[in-house]
């Protein structure tokens, strides 16, 4: 497993909409014992600032994310493994009423 920084042709990205993620970190932590994935994007997280990145246990990953903050739902996410160097980019983000996280790898 690995992942170079010079080569992006044959990056795998994994996305997922998991209607809450809180109670499935451990599904995410058990499908990456299966297979790697070195950009991870997951919608519809519904974490809140109350859940810590480390409690998602993604150790070799660099979170970046965006939680609904008036209601309940939504939120959104992008972990980068460390093999990668990730930059968010709230230069690029359109504005506050769009969940969007983005993120530089370079």
Known sequence: KGFSNKNYKNLQCLLLNTRSLRNKTLDLQALLLEDYFPVIAITETWLDSSFMDFELGLNDYSVHRKDRED???????????????????????INDKFETVMVQIC
């Open 71 to 93: 209601r309940r739902g939504g939120g959104a996410l992008l972990a980068v493994h460390t093999n990668l160097t990730s930059i968010t980019r709230r230069d690029l983000e």
